[in-house]
């Protein structure tokens, strides 16, 4: 019994001396059952409480799109709120004129590299078209594989018709945040007649608020507002509870979000240009300095200007080339030997 008391007085110690320490170290959530897969700073790592509280407090929500590791560190970087991993990747990036080619499998792709470049933001992946109309256990097992095999925190799906209500419902209820998605749905541009604005019209505007409710109704934590006239987005926005999220839907919503190639410009092609929405503010030209970028390094590599001495960093010793050199000769290749030792005196002189 002693020894026990005495082991358990210096367990007790230890644990008082370490305690501060492993207080520092851990930077769980102190209110939450456990972290999880990977341990989350809670000054850092934005969730949908944190989303929350900014709506509460008329704090405007900033959200874009990333589709791959670069895209998602700048985002990071930026301090954006949400990332979203949009399957407008299938415009932006594989080069369709609509959202409805890509796949499941490629959506995946894009929301594991985003997920290992974004550790600050709540990111949230779009249930692709094809993947979630057929039935609410369809909705909810591609949500789960977005979550289970695309390291996202949540997912978006389009639309309002009471089979999306009733998806989403479900996928809320799987325990799954969802974030809906209503006015100009990409996804349904086969019955839209293409890209057209929505809520132009009584009829229409109503339906924009009426749906909105309806996805709030469902559980949605947030609703995105896609091309309707900012006084139906206003109306939407003051109607719901939760926080709306705009793109070419005026500024009274509670937040903003862009397409991240849109934004920065990054694409000159004709084919971008085509599907540029004109609601879209370019903050960059990037694309014009990376098309700068790529003519220069053409016309270096062209007129033998680079590499140069400056950009081939990795040497070897004098004795050592005159050795490369002879050896070359013994196995037949003065030519070799030659070029070898030209090389050898060329980047020593820095040219």
């Keep these: ?80 709120d949400i990332c979203l991993v949009g399957d407008s990747a299938a415009m932006v990036v594989h080069g369709y004129d609509t959202t409805l080619p890509i796949t499941l499998d490629e959506m995946l792709v894009h929301c594991r590299a985003v997920a290992r470049g974004a550790k600050r933001p709540l990111l949230v992946g779009d249930l ?80 924009v608020v009426e749906t909105a409710l309806a996805l709030q109704e469902a559980g949605c934590f947030s609703v995105v507002l896609e091309c309707v006239p900012p006084p139906v987005a206003a109306a939407a926005t003051s109607a719901l509870q939760i926080p709306t999220i705009g793109i070419g839907a005026g500024p009274f919503c509670s937040g903003q979000v862009l397409v991240y190639h849109d934004l920065l410009g990054m694409m000159q092609h004709p084919h971008h240009a085509k599907v540029t929405p004109k609601f879209c503010k370019q903050f960059a030209h990037v694309g014009e300095v990376i098309n700068k970028a790529l003519v220069e390094y053409k016309e270096e590599v062209t007129s033998g200007t680079f590499p140069g001495a400056a950009h081939s960093p990795y040497k070897i010793s004098a004795a050592d080339v005159d050795g490369f050199s002879s050896e070359l000769q013994k196995l037949g290749f003065d030519k070799a030997a030659s070029a070898a030792t030209e090389a050898a005196e060329k980047i020593n002189r820095g040219e």
């Design 128 to 207: 692709p078209f094809g993947f979630y109309e057929s039935s609410s256990n369809q909705a909810v097992d591609t949500a789960v594989r977005v979550l289970k095999e695309g390291g996202m925190d949540a997912i978006k799906l389009e639309g309002g018709a009471p089979s999306r209500i009733t998806a989403a419902k479900s996928i809320v209820e799987a325990g799954i945040a969802v974030m809906g998605h209503v006015g100009l749905t990409p996804q349904a541009i086969s019955v839209l007649g293409g890209f057209r604005p929505q809520g132009r019209n009584v009829a229409s505007a109503v339906k």
């Design 1 to 80: 019994m002693a020894l026990l008391a005495a082991a358990v007085k210096r367990a007790t110690s230890m644990s008082r001396a370490f305690s501060p320490i492993l207080r520092c170290m851990s930077n769980v959530p102190e209110n939450t059952v456990y972290g999880g897969p990977k341990p989350q700073n809670p000054d850092q790592r934005v969730t949908v409480t944190h989303l929350k509280q900014k709506h509460k407090k008329g704090e405007p929500i900033t959200m874009v799109t990333a589709y791959d590791y670069p895209s998602a560190v700048h985002l990071d970087s930026a301090g954006i």
